[in-house]
């Protein structure tokens, strides 16, 4: 099973200001990497698949990056609306699997 | 719209059994292989099952393997969890989610807001 570990645990960032999460997977998944956001109460919502292309209706301030082992999601300005916690998942070898979540919160 | 709606979550005895369904509409059910995601109160998030957008193929996690069986009718355009034999460890919010392929092997575009199952005495 490929192990996927985020970092930080826990991002304090100031509205206005740039995030930036990372992804290291324990062995290569290609550009078989998406990323997720969920609020609390909510279903996961994609927002990043085969590593940089942007799910639909997806704001232009999220993108990925990354091949192989080494993934980011960078939020370019952070709007209030994005406070929440941000998954990575492979899906380039069975099982699926997912990290363990950065939350993203208010500085 | 698009949309995935689960139900059947209830309490349950550990060693109970349980189905879940995820009626699907909005766009071409049997185009499309579907996943059952559970999440555990306050944890991340677990892929439990797959199946291939003609029920020809259907993959687990070892934690469900020889308990669990996806399951699909495209005719209803609905998904399936039997759950048997369950555990305290399966507490946890069920979502069915919709591939973006048709064999499994992709991101998860479409997720339903979730069934809630709890197993306790």
């Known amino acids: 099973e490929i192990v996927m570990t985020q970092s930080p645990a826990t991002l304090s960032v100031s509205p206005g200001e740039r995030a930036t999460l990372s992804c290291r997977a324990s062995q290569s998944v290609s550009s078989n990497l998406a990323w997720y956001q969920q609020k609390p109460g909510q279903a996961p919502r994609l927002l990043i698949y085969?590593?940089?292309t942007r799910a639909t209706g997806i704001p232009a301030r999220f993108s990925g990056s990354g091949s192989g082992t080494e993934f980011t999601l960078t939020i370019s300005s952070l709007q209030s609306e994005d406070f929440a916690v941000y998954y990575c998942?492979?899906?380039?070898?069975?099982?699926?699997?997912f990290g363990q979540g950065t939350k993203v919160e208010i500085k | 719209e698009v949309q995935l709606v689960e139900s059947g979550g209830v309490v349950v005895q550990p060693g109970g059994s349980l189905r879940l369904s995820c009626a699907a509409s909005?766009?071409?059910?049997?185009?499309?292989?579907m996943h059952w995601v559970r999440q555990a109160p306050g944890k991340g998030l677990e892929w439990v099952s797959l199946?291939?957008?003609?029920?020809?193929?259907?993959y687990y996690a070892d934690s469900v393997k020889g308990r669990f069986t996806i399951s699909r009718d495209n005719s209803k355009n609905s998904l399936y969890l039997q759950m048997n034999s369950l555990r305290a460890e399966d507490t946890a919010l069920y979502y069915c989610?919709?591939?973006?392929?048709?064999?499994?092997?992709?991101?998860?575009?479409?997720w339903g807001q979730g069934t809630m199952v709890t197993v306790s005495s």
């Open positions: 909005g766009f071409t059910f049997d185009d499309y292989a």
């Open positions: 998942q492979q899906y380039n070898n069975w099982p699926v699997t």
């Open positions: 199946i291939s957008w003609d029920g020809g193929s259907t």
């Open positions: 085969g590593a940089s």
């Open positions: 989610a919709k591939g973006t392929g048709d064999t499994g092997q992709d991101a998860f575009d479409i």
